[in-house]
């Protein structure tokens, strides 16, 4: 826009028109602008005005209007308490008649059955009455009863004991004698009894040896092999292989047990002749029993004859021996005279010295041990008079028992005589 001015007449300063127009607009445009507010403050002052009236109106109307709910309501409390007062009544006055409806009912009915009861009871009395007439009539025949079973059974037994004194009386004889006879048989069953224990005891003390000597060998020596001959295999007990920590199966030990009264001197052969079979180096024949012309552990006919005790030191000895010959053995490996290396050790007197050692040491067990046999064998004998008193007294009264009763009594087998078994068949 172009610059519009004009001179000021009085003083010739230049004036901008357009200053001049804007002020002039802008003035008119203020004067509009306050004169507009000032309409729209009256207007909104009206407006406040009017709403104020009409909300004071409206409150006014709902005070009204809740006077008259309350009015309302005040009466609507009271009719309704009068209804219900009334249709209480009615209520009360038709459960009234109900009731005594239902009570005369059940009162009828509680009169019927107190009346039913009542004769209940009246037939109850008059079975009770009769039931204990009956009790007593049974009582007194009860009494009765007894009272002659008694006296019929004290008259029996009269007679019967009559009848058994008169038996016994004469039968005590024939008793006495079957007593005598029944003993006999008795002792000599025992006897037989006590043979078959014997046996028994044997056999199983022998294999006990047996086992004794496996495990003595397996735990002493655990480098060395323990072979167990079987039962019923030809042979003796077991072998043992000698093992040491550098050398296999320096040699071998057979082992044989006996655990009887007497020594024979067959088992010499026989076992010679097994160990042959078996190719064994050394014999031994472990024996409770030794010899008659030995009295104790013995070479005999190249078998090494001892007991129990003095098995545990000859075997360690015997060991020593086999591992000593397999050395020379080994060193003198082309000799012919190997035998003689063994037999010359066993003949030796280091070797005698050791077996004198081993000796001495075992006696004194064997002395203990004989002391503790004794020991048993009057215990044994103890228990056997205690066992044939007893038997004794079982005997003497049985018989006693018998000769009162006679038949009454059954018979004992084991305490009467075969021909008795006989009789009672015919």
């Not at 008119?28 to 009256?42: G, P, S």
């Not at 309302?72 to 109900?98: G, H, M, Y």
């Not at 050398?247 to 044989?256: D, F, L, R, T």
């Not at 030191?313 to 190997?338: F, Y």
Request: net charge negative; charged share 35%; with cysteine.
């Amino acid at each position: 826009m172009s610059n519009r001015t004009i001179k000021c007449p009085n003083c010739s300063t230049d004036i901008d028109v357009n200053d001049i127009l804007y002020h002039q607009l802008e003035n008119e445009l203020k004067q509009k602008n306050i004169a507009e507010q000032k309409k729209l403050k009256d207007e909104v002052e009206a407006k406040r005005t009017e709403y104020k009236q009409a909300f004071d109106t409206l409150k006014v109307q709902q005070e009204a209007i809740k006077l008259q709910q309350d009015k309302f309501d005040e009466e609507l409390k009271k009719a309704t308490q009068i209804q219900l007062k009334v249709e209480k009544q009615k209520l009360q006055v038709s459960i009234k008649k109900e009731l005594e409806e239902e009570q005369s009912d059940s009162i009828a009915l509680l009169k019927k059955e107190l009346d039913e009861k009542s004769n209940q009871v009246k037939e109850l009395n008059k079975s009770k009455a009769e039931i204990e007439k009956l009790k007593r009539e049974k009582e007194e025949i009860t009494s009765k009863v007894q009272a002659e079973a008694e006296i019929s059974l004290t008259k029996r037994l009269q007679v019967e004991k009559q009848l058994i004194q008169k038996t016994a009386d004469e039968q005590n004889e024939l008793k006495l004698r079957q007593k005598e006879e029944q003993l006999k048989q008795l002792q000599e069953q025992l006897q037989i009894a006590q043979r078959k224990a014997e046996q028994g005891s044997m056999q199983l003390q022998g294999e006990v040896q047996e086992l004794a000597i496996e495990e003595y060998l397996t735990d002493k020596y655990p480098f060395d092999v323990i072979e167990e001959i079987k039962k019923g295999a030809r042979g003796a007990d077991c072998i043992q292989i000698v093992h040491t920590r550098e050398v296999q199966n320096c040699g071998k030990i057979y082992y044989e047990s006996k655990r009887t009264k007497d020594f024979q001197k067959s088992w010499i052969e026989k076992f010679k002749a097994d160990m042959r079979d078996k190719g064994v180096d050394v014999g031994v024949l472990v024996s409770e029993v030794l010899p008659s012309d030995m009295d104790r552990m013995g070479l005999v006919d190249g078998i090494w004859i001892c007991t129990f005790e003095e098995f545990k030191g000859l075997s360690s000895v015997l060991r020593d021996g086999v591992i000593k010959i397999n050395h020379a053995r080994k060193i003198e490996e082309n000799k012919t005279d190997k035998m003689s290396l063994l037999y010359g050790y066993l003949t030796s007197t280091e070797f005698s010295m050791q077996i004198e050692a081993i000796v001495e040491g075992f006696t004194t067990m064997k002395t203990d041990l004989e002391t503790e046999k004794r020991s048993m064998a009057r215990i044994w004998k103890q228990r056997d008079k205690q066992i044939e008193k007893v038997l004794d007294n079982t005997i003497g009264m049985y018989g006693s028992i018998k000769g009162i009763a006679g038949n009454a009594i059954g018979n004992v087998k084991a305490l009467e005589l075969p021909y008795s078994d006989i009789e009672e068949e015919k």
